[in-house]
């Protein structure tokens, strides 16, 4: 059981390049979310989606878009990227049902993008 | 606007010690989480509570919520070196589901010495 897969796992841009970060679950879950997590800060909503096809926008969503077209699926795209979002990127997923409400969110790896 | 506050947010403490890490928040929510991360590492699941009273313990760590004080802990017993990591918690911004998503604290950087 992979839980949530991201990738890439790094990845360095020049200011105004676009990239999209993608994330994948196997849990058959809801609720999928991006967060961004920078030095002293914790961690900050980017996007999220309750469903497949449904978006939302999050605490710090200029800047980034999002589509989740498969329910397994939630990509995360920088359309012309700054020094700003030199960040750690994380996805997450949950569910509403089941046992996997009680464990809370679960989260990947991580993508660690530096823009230059 | 739901509000995260974590304190301390750095820590430098003795093996051996006890102390506690204060989580509060701003508006009403019944489940809040704690995470572990390590440098350069994913988020690690500690403790999710679930309703006012809830208490958990895994080896040396313990957590607790008063919801009526919108409020957690986290207790470290006899800490030892390997329980150095950054401490996080964070609150579900809706009640009874996770629909919205978590606001977490800055954390809390533990560092425990030999």
């Known amino acids: 059981n992979a839980g949530v897969t991201q990738t890439p796992k790094f990845r360095v841009l020049k200011t105004g390049q676009s990239m999209t970060l993608l994330c994948a679950q196997d849990m058959n879950h809801e609720y999928m979310y991006w967060y961004r997590q920078d030095p002293g800060m914790g961690l900050r909503l980017i996007h999220y989606s309750v469903g497949e096809g449904t978006t939302a926008k999050g605490e710090v969503p200029d800047g980034y878009n999002v589509s989740r077209l498969k329910k397994q699926n939630f990509l995360l795209g920088l359309e012309s990227a700054a020094p700003s979002q030199t960040s750690v990127y994380f996805c997450?997923?949950?569910?509403?049902?089941?046992?996997?409400?009680?464990?809370?969110?679960?989260f990947g790896s991580g993508t660690r993008l530096t823009v230059v | 606007e739901l509000k995260v506050e974590q304190n301390p947010l750095f820590l430098s403490m003795q093996e051996g010690k006890n102390y506690t890490i204060y989580c509060n928040y701003s508006?009403?929510?019944?489940?809040l989480y704690w995470y572990r991360q390590d440098p350069g590492k994913s988020l690690e699941s500690l403790f999710v509570?679930?309703?006012?009273?809830a208490v958990k313990q895994e080896g040396r760590l313990m957590a607790s919520l008063d919801t009526k004080a919108r409020l957690s802990t986290l207790h470290i017993t006899a800490a030892v070196h390997d329980l150095s990591a950054t401490y996080f918690c964070a609150v579900d911004k809706n009640l009874g589901g996770g629909a919205d998503g978590l606001t977490f604290g800055k954390g809390t950087h533990l560092i425990i010495q030999p």
């Open positions: 997450a997923s949950s569910s509403r049902f089941g046992p996997s409400l009680w464990r809370g969110y679960t």
């Open positions: 509570l679930l309703s006012n009273g």
């Open positions: 508006t009403t929510s019944d489940r």
